[in-house]
Nanobody
Framework: QVHLVESGGGLVQPGGSLRLSCAAS????????MGWYRQAPGNQRELVAT?????STNYADSVKGRFTISRDNANVRLQMNSLKPEDTAVYYC?????????WGQGTQVTVSS
């Protein structure tokens, strides 16, 4: 089992920045992919960014150039710059280990003036 704890969400004005962090604990060896997803009210959960154990990254088109994902052992972070109101959502951390997916509880990000 892998347990995930997210932090760093909050309220920010348009154009501002936030940094999300996710710490994995439990059986954390051989974690292949770590990533961030988000879900806005009335929408399906969508991919934001992922990073593999080899460092390969993948970003949603809507966040390219604004968000940066990084990873350090069992921790994954999402630096979010130039935030827009449409980035408002609950952000979830997900890790994949041997084909099994584990999700965090989510952290709210609200972009509003």
């Amino acid at each position: 089992q892998v347990h995930l704890v997210e932090s760093g969400g909050g309220l920010v004005q348009p154009g501002g920045s936030l940094r999300l962090s996710c710490a994995a604990s439990g059986t954390i060896s051989d974690i292949y992919r770590m990533g961030w997803y988000r879900q806005a009210p009335g929408n399906q959960r969508e991919l934001v960014a992922t990073i593999t154990s080899g460092g390969s990254t993948n970003y949603a088109d809507s966040v390219k150039g604004r968000f940066t994902i990084s990873r350090d052992n069992a921790n994954v972070r999402l630096q979010m710059n130039s935030l827009k109101p449409e980035d408002t959502a609950v952000y979830y951390c997900k890790v994949t280990r041997w084909g099994d997916d584990y999700w965090g509880q989510g952290t709210q990000v609200t972009v509003s003036s």
